[in-house]
């Protein structure tokens, strides 16, 4: 198997696929000019390789996203058991501004809009389970377009997530009001069979007019990103690093991390350090 074979088997997107397989070839042909063997370099080498780049003007982000690819294809080469280690694991790029979860909302929030929704708008019971969804298991949109009838387990009070090209596939427990509703729904609709809720576009069409109504009654509300940060957040006030990034379906522990309150204040130095305006 090769890295575009591999990459592809992990669900990555064609384009995700297409600028990993190219962006590997900087780092492979480095090696090549160093007399270095992919199977046996180390951590010390990547940091010349690094060394490398900003001598020859590579942007950090660019060198933020060679380093992703090179992680990528040193766990491709494990499978291949080319390799039994990753050097590139905690290598990581100092100084890039991230993104802060931005506007979350308490638990308390989260669960109000959840029990008013239906009661003070014209809802039907998809867009109630829907927003649960959103609210409880913290799913993104493009997961909730591929829930079937069966990943619904009610007998067990779960609920099976299948993975996408940014998310692991997991199983998640259900509130109890939750299932309650899943219930009445699948009774409802007897007839389906397939996918849990309607097709793609009108998907998506639902949820753009449900977050314009969640707005009425809380002018907060942003989307459904927000939503999932904020679930994420309070997850880690109660469970390890480990288990959120399970329950989060994260690739990678990093993208756990980056939600971590202890974390945030630093991250919020950091944007005035780059913005001290802000």
């Not at 590997?24 to 951590?43: A, K, N, P």
């Not at 259900?174 to 509703?181: F, K, R």
Request: aromatic letters at 8%; hydrophobic letters at 35%.
């Amino acid at each position: 198997m090769n890295f575009t074979t591999y990459l592809q088997q992990k669900k990555h997107r064609a384009s995700t696929v297409r600028t990993y397989s190219r962006g590997i070839e900087r780092f492979l042909s480095w090696l090549q000019s160093e007399g270095i063997e992919v199977e046996v370099f180390t951590y010390n080498d990547l940091l010349a390789f690094m060394q490398h780049c900003n001598r020859n003007g590579v942007s950090k982000r660019t060198l933020h996203t060679t380093l992703c690819v090179i992680r990528h294809y040193c766990s491709y080469l494990m499978h291949e058991k080319r390799r039994s280690d990753n050097p590139a694991a905690g290598l990581f790029i100092k100084g890039l501004v991230r993104k802060l979860p931005a506007g979350l909302l308490s638990t308390e929030e989260m669960e109000d809009l959840y029990k008013q929704y239906s009661i003070q708008l014209n809802v039907d019971m998809s867009k109630k389970i829907m927003l649960g969804l959103l609210v409880y298991q913290g799913v993104r949109v493009e997961e909730l377009m591929q829930l079937a009838v069966s990943d619904i387990k009610l007998k067990e009070g779960k609920l099976k997530v299948k993975g996408t090209s940014r998310t692991n596939e997991r199983v998640l427990h259900l509130h109890a009001g939750q299932m309650i509703l899943l219930q009445q729904y699948l009774d409802k609709n007897k007839w389906k069979t397939g996918k849990l809720f309607s097709e793609t576009k009108e998907l998506n069409n639902s949820t753009a007019y449900m977050f314009s109504q969640l707005k009425k009654l809380n002018a907060k509300v942003i989307n459904a990103k927000q939503l999932r940060s904020s679930v994420i957040t309070e997850w880690l006030r109660k469970n390890n690093l480990r288990q959120v990034q399970y329950m989060a379906g994260h690739k990678y522990v990093s993208s756990t991390q980056r939600y971590q309150l202890n974390n945030l204040d630093d991250l919020r130095s950091e944007l005035q350090h780059h913005h001290p305006m802000h």
